[in-house]
């Protein structure tokens, strides 16, 4: 069974693009818009019920009027938190990022902290080593650049990710 899916994404040549998909992890992202929704009803119920002042650490000492503003700068906050983890989920399930290795570049799908495409030339790949730690499989990627992390539970599969190692160890010419 493993070998059918490895054959899937085994290279027929070196110069085949090969495309893997690529999500984000859905229960974190799913988490964090859970805890930001919660955080957001409860500032906003906090805010608009407030009859109270407001001390932060003993050190700052707010009226009814200053705490009723702070309560609402942090339900805004909460809302642009949700906004954002809203359209990441949205992203990683409704569109198709792929993870992409031709002949010369290995390509990125662009994430909600960066929306343009990240591409890393396989001529500057400087060291690349499969780690795992904390029970999470990743393949480090040293480059002219800086440092890249291509994540196991993000491609489709362990064969996947296996394939895509082995290919990159192909195609990658400093290695």
């Not at 009803?41 to 503003?69: C, K, P």
């Not at 499989?137 to 993000?154: C, E, K, P, S």
Request: charged letters at 15%.
């Amino acid at each position: 069974m493993q070998q059918a899916a490895q054959s899937e994404y085994q290279p027929q040549n070196q110069n085949e693009v090969i495309e893997y998909s690529y999500r984000p992890g859905l229960l974190l992202t799913t988490a964090f818009l859970a805890a930001a929704l919660g955080g957001a009803y409860w500032e906003f119920y906090e805010a608009s019920t407030n009859t109270r002042g407001l001390v932060i650490q003993r050190a700052i000492h707010l009226d009814v009027e200053a705490a009723t503003w702070f309560l609402w700068g942090l339900f805004a906050f909460c809302v642009v938190m949700s906004l954002f983890f809203g359209v990441s989920l949205f992203r990683s399930l409704f569109l198709g990022q792929k993870l992409t290795l031709n002949d010369d570049v290995l390509r990125f799908p662009a994430s909600p902290m960066r929306s343009t495409i990240t591409e890393i030339p396989l001529a500057g790949i400087e060291a690349m080593e499969v780690r795992t730690e904390n029970k999470n499989t990743f393949l480090a990627i040293w480059h002219a650049n800086g440092y890249a992390v291509v994540l196991q539970d993000r491609l489709p599969s362990k064969a996947a990710f296996e394939s895509f190692v082995s290919a990159i160890y192909e195609r990658a010419p400093a290695l």
